[in-house]
């Protein structure tokens, strides 16, 4: 039996968007152990992340997609995971973008996002798409703003508590 | 990534081939129950999820990862059994897990060594099972499958036993190889109807 782990490489201005690997481990734990994933479920210890990374690649099997991690072309550093998610329990598929450390500031998630967004528009043919934010979580409401997606409504998830589910413009608005 | 391929195992009962989304909601409703108590769950729909996910991309990521072990004539699924590896794991690990309403039928006895001789004929040349020392019903199997408690290995984290699996030598053509067969051979058998408590 052929398991396929696919996925294709998005380019951006200033990015590459690819496959999950294991040469991302090390900058995925250090994202995981810092109090910047307080909001995406962290801290987590080595071995979480590490099942995290895994999970990263399951799910372009369990779902055909899921998130990239971006790379910064100018000096090849692995700098976030972006990308189209929905794992059980989320009400509907999600745009997500976890920015690792020194990455901000940049509008990398706003790059990422967008391709990631007309990916999902233009390639898989979806038709809306949301983001979920913890709230507090106002860097991430931010580059949802800056996306120009509005809020939507409340959500609950039943591991990350209050959350609020942000609605992205639609296909044609962003064609 | 890349196209990984997930060999198909087969035994006497059964078939190993790779989880596949359609087997999800058997391994969730297992790590729901109490069955998972030993293997970090109860867990939510959410958490549960999110491992299945991680034990297909184990594969991705190692190579190796762990099989759906399928009854060979109804196709239905009993359990999981397989190579393990996540980060902070001192050695290569053979685990598995049997849906709580399948056990006592010996396929996890059938699988786990149908796995491990996959392994060993693949260039490994010996494997550990971390069990919880609670786990009584994992400590008999790992018994039953040779491997004896390593007290000097490396754990996880200290509240895990470390059983040791015969070498690849020890189950060419011995007496412990051809005892495990025939514990086999007896479940498989129709005729054969233990009796006492069920083991996996």
Known sequence: MTVTFSAPELETERLILRAPDLSDFDAFAAFYASPRASFVGGPLSRELSWRSLALEAGHWVLRGFGRWTVIEKETKATVGIVGLWHPEGFPENELGWDLFD?????????????????????????????????????????????????????????????????RHPGPEACG | MSHTTIPTIE?????????????YPNFKATFASYRSRFMGGPLNPYEAWMLYAAEIGHWDIRGF????????????????AGGWQPAGWPEREIAWIIWPDK???????????AVRAHYYANGWDGAVSYLDPMNLDSIRLAERLGAT????????????????????????????????????????????????????
Not at chain 1, 135 to 148: F, I, W
């Open chain 1, 102 to 166: 020194g990455a901000t500031g940049k509008g990398y998630a706003t790059e990422a996002g967008r391709a990631a967004r007309d990916y999902a528009y233009g390639t898989l043919g979806w038709t809306t798409l949301t983001s979920l934010i913890a709230v507090g979580n106002d860097g991430s409401r931010r580059v949802a703003e800056r996306l120009g997606a509005s809020y939507d409504r409340d959500f609950t998830h039943e591991r990350f508590g209050d959350m609020q589910v942000w």
């Open chain 2, 11 to 23: 035994t006497q009962r059964l078939v190993l081939r790779g989880p596949q989304p359609e087997d």
């Open chain 2, 65 to 80: 990862g762990m099989w759906m072990i399928h009854d060979k004539d109804s196709d239905d699924t009993y359990g999981m």
């Open chain 2, 103 to 113: 056990a006592g039928k010996g396929y996890a006895l059938e699988a786990t060594h």
């Open chain 2, 149 to 200: 408690k390593d007290k000097t290995a490396q754990t996880i984290d200290g509240s895990d036993a470390v059983y040791r699996h015969p070498s690849p030598d020890a189950l060419d053509g011995t007496q412990l190889a051809h005892g495990i067969e025939m514990e086999i051979g007896h479940y498989a058998d129709p005729m054969f109807k233990p009796k006492g408590w069920a083991l996996d």
